[in-house]
């Protein structure tokens, strides 16, 4: 099956620094990757929609200017947490579907990236 | 207010249907999912059924939605040890402040042999 990957998998960064999560479609090409955040008590939120070469699509609540997602080829998209406080430590996961995923009405998951700010 | 309930546990023996309930709140609802997370393997959509539908089956699961009642279920036909798993339900609603998607707390399925 597909393959999505999350890089890094684990980062602890200090209070104020900005954190680069990348998230890649490994055998197809991704013309539309989504981000969750998974809180320390299991809930899950969407964060935001991308389709490459276009603006994110946030969903109601997310701040764009903090989290900002960049969807620029077909394989790849990067989800930065500017200047990351500890409240953002969380675990991100993204998603990924192409054109096939879209019909079969299904999208393939990265691992996660756990980040803990300290 | 926006809200989505699951209850938090469901134990089944091997082979018997699960069944894992969800209610929501809000009727703007667009779209409604499942989502699984089994520990070590990742996050995985399940499915989706349009807020228009009342039914999805899609081989052994089958997802019946009640838009009076706003109640959405999952069931799980001859439910095996490999369906042990956190299942999710979430709700996508518009309003005018855009898209949101509500996630329920999750119910752990255990699935005894």
């Known amino acids: 099956g597909a393959v999505v990957s999350q890089h890094p998998s684990r980062v602890i960064c200090k209070s104020g620094t900005s954190v680069k999560i990348e998230c890649r479609s490994l055998?197809?090409?991704?013309?539309?990757m989504f981000w969750y955040r998974q809180f320390p008590k299991k809930s899950l939120m969407l964060m935001a929609t991308?389709?490459?070469?276009?603006?994110?699509?946030?969903e109601q609540g997310v701040e764009k200017d903090k989290f900002l997602i960049n969807h620029a080829s077909l394989t790849l998209s990067t989800l930065t947490v500017t200047s990351a406080h500890p409240e953002d430590s969380s675990f991100y996961i993204c998603s990924a579907r192409g054109e096939r995923e879209f019909a079969r009405e299904t999208q393939y998951f990265g691992p996660g990236t756990r980040l803990l700010v300290l | 207010g926006e809200d989505v309930e699951q209850s938090l546990f469901l134990s089944v023996r091997e082979g018997d249907s699960s069944v894992i309930n969800c209610t929501y709140t809000d009727s703007s609802s667009t779209y409604l999912y499942w989502y699984k997370q089994e520990p070590g393997a990742g996050l995985q959509l399940l499915t989706y059924?349009?807020?228009?539908?009342d039914m999805k089956q899609d081989q052994r699961l089958t997802v019946l939605l009640n838009k009076k009642d706003k109640h959405l279920s999952l069931r799980i036909a001859d439910t095996q040890t490999g369906d042990s798993a956190i299942y999710f339900c979430a709700e996508r609603v518009i309003n005018t402040g855009g898209f949101k998607t509500i996630f329920g707390a999750g119910t752990r399925l255990f699935v005894k042999a």
């Open positions: 059924i349009f807020s228009n539908m």
């Open positions: 055998d197809f090409q991704a013309t539309t």
């Open positions: 991308s389709n490459e070469g276009s603006k994110a699509t946030y």
